[in-house]
């Protein structure tokens, strides 16, 4: 355990190190901006600097146990081998501490003397040859508790990156709709005085919303509830709520992947620039498209798959960057948030998304709607046992498909 525990400690301080390295880098650069008469740090900065003073206190509280629990073991290890050395000390001035020989030949000569009747050597004798029993855990199963470490390890996370970076919002009940203006008024110049202005009906249409659900459910017996500690209930509906933040965290790449339009293509081996322009080539296609369909673009996203992070995010390193397109990631990072933006575009990486992918999204051109139902228990007592589901309605409306553009790369 103190081993754990040191590597807990430096793996803790590094990253303490690395926070504050970012910190002072945002800071270098809010610094030696304008020709190194400075200015002040921008909202996004400030943002970045808040979260990372947030992980420092966070880090901090955990440093603080830590440390002491680390200097009172080395303590306890320390007072542990002074008492065994006093021991040893003390039974060696007593005479019956270990025996050694230097030779077969002293050994033999002090057998034939302990024979001859020398008490003393024959002591001697019998503190060489005795032989101790040792008794080990595995001689007595019995009486060894079985322990288990908590938390339960689990491999999925509740985290949905694309769901998120949208904004799921309320579904309603009823039958669902989303009202959309399929045809506008018209404005025109006027061709001369007093002619007739263009006039034009407004038609507004509707985009239906089909909701699908989402859920599971597993049969627990009484006993395993009543026998187990921590509860097992609780695990289940802790696992089946990670399996429906999963589940709909997939069905929002799937949907944005059919839906997507082409866009530019990266080479095969592209540098920061490319990927800065390909960024920039994407916006410009999602604000015509967007333009086009007479609706407002909104913020822009890049979400990517996890293979793609390896491709652009060592281009866009968090060391003091100076005229760059970007102030940086930190790979450890992206499970905490919104990461620092490319060009004024917010990158995001889902595990949704197919290898290879990466698409720009614009929020105004996609929806999303969820009515969490939660969990939901019954009991069963013909078999003592008690059912327990999570559920809840999901939907992705795609409302503009042009406001989705996929960036391709060449092989």
Do not use: C
């Not at 005479?95 to 001697?124: K, M």
């Amino acid at each position: 355990m103190p081993a754990q525990t040191d590597a807990m400690i430096a793996r803790l301080e590094s990253e303490l190190e690395e926070r504050n390295a970012f910190i002072e880098g945002l800071i270098a650069n809010a610094q030696q901006a304008d020709e190194n008469r400075g200015r002040d740090l921008n909202s996004q900065e400030m943002e970045l600097v808040a979260s990372a003073r947030a992980r420092i206190g966070a880090l901090n509280e955990q440093l603080t146990p830590l440390r002491e629990t680390s200097r009172i073991s080395i303590e306890s290890r320390s007072r542990a081998r002074e008492i065994n050395s006093e021991i040893v000390g003390a039974r060696q001035r007593a005479g019956v501490g270990p025996v050694e020989y230097r030779s077969a030949g002293a050994y033999i000569t002090d057998f034939v003397r302990a024979a001859l009747g020398n008490h003393d050597v024959a002591e001697r004798l019998e503190v060489f040859n005795r032989a101790a029993a040792h008794q080990t855990t595995g001689d007595n199963p019995g009486l060894l508790p079985e322990r288990l470490i908590t938390p339960i390890l689990s491999s999925l996370d509740f985290a949905r990156p694309l769901v998120g970076a949208l904004g799921p919002q309320q579904l309603p009940s009823g039958s669902w709709s989303r009202p959309r203006i399929t045809q506008h008024t018209q404005v025109g110049k006027q061709t001369q005085e007093k002619a007739e202005l263009p006039s034009q009906k407004m038609v507004i249409g509707k985009i239906p919303i089909d909701a699908d659900t989402f859920g599971g459910y597993v049969n627990v017996s009484r006993q395993n509830i009543d026998w187990t500690q921590p509860q097992v209930v609780d695990i289940v509906i802790n696992d089946l709520t990670s399996e429906y933040a999963f589940e709909t965290e997939e069905e929002a790449g799937a949907v944005l992947s059919a839906a997507a339009v082409a866009g530019p293509a990266l080479p095969a081996t592209p540098t920061a620039q490319d990927i800065a322009n390909a960024l920039w080539a994407a916006a410009g296609l999602a604000f015509g498209n967007m333009w086009t369909a007479r609706t407002p673009v909104g913020r822009l996203i890049l979400a990517v798959a996890p293979d793609m992070l390896g491709l652009i995010g060592p281009l866009f390193a968090p060391i003091n960057p100076q005229n760059s397109q970007s102030v940086g990631f930190n790979a450890g990072a992206f499970g905490e948030g919104a990461q620092p933006q490319v060009s004024g575009i917010t990158p995001i990486v889902s595990g949704a998304l197919a290898a290879g992918t990466a698409l720009m999204v614009s929020t105004n051109a996609v929806e999303v709607y969820e009515d969490r139902i939660g969990s939901l228990q019954v009991v069963e007592p013909s078999v003592l046992g008690t059912q327990v589901a999570y559920a809840g309605y999901f939907a992705i409306p795609v409302l503009e498909p042009t406001g989705v553009i996929k960036i391709t790369k060449t092989p």
